[in-house]
């Protein structure tokens, strides 16, 4: 029961989130875009606190519900770097990030988003195959 509950909620908190988000502040939830305006504007309350509650919400949950993130191997910091790097310049080439296309594009039936989901998705295939 477990397996079906927790997806269940966490899909309904993301989408609870997100309409409540569009219908108070007028925007799309997009984390790409939110971290974006927090690193560069300069009336940025309403993004840090947004930030901070993600971070503190999957970090009490994660204590609460002893979970963990194996790392399968080590990785180096620089190979980090680069792929965050190369991540944020992607989520700004495309527009947004899943948060964004995924979660609250596609529910808005925008062709745009669902294109990008797509293409999200088959590149994540690509580089898990060739990778693995």
């Given at each position: 029961m477990e397996t079906v509950f927790n997806p269940l909620v966490g899909g309904l908190l993301i989408g609870t989130a997100a309409t409540i988000y569009l219908l108070s502040i007028g925007k799309v939830?997009?984390?790409?875009?939110?971290?974006?305006?927090?690193?560069?504007?300069?009336?940025?309350?309403m993004q840090f606190l947004f930030l901070l509650g993600l971070i503190l919400g999957g970090s009490v949950y994660?204590?609460?519900?002893?979970?963990?993130?194996?790392?399968?191997?080590?990785?180096?910091?620089?190979?980090?770097?680069?792929?965050?790097?190369?991540?944020?310049y992607g989520t700004r080439l495309g527009g947004g990030c899943t948060s964004g296309?995924?979660?609250?594009?596609i529910s808005?039936?925008?062709?745009?988003?669902?294109?990008?989901?797509?293409?999200?998705?088959?590149?994540?295939?690509?580089?898990?195959?060739?990778?693995?």
């Open positions: 939830i997009g984390i790409s875009g939110i971290l974006s305006q927090f690193l560069f504007r300069d009336n940025r309350m994660g204590v609460f519900t002893e979970q963990t993130v194996p790392f399968p191997e080590n990785r180096s910091p620089l190979l980090l770097i680069i792929s965050g790097l190369l991540v944020g296309h995924g979660v609250c594009g808005r039936i925008s062709p745009r988003s669902i294109v990008a989901t797509v293409i999200f998705v088959l590149v994540a295939i690509i580089t898990v195959s060739i990778s693995h």
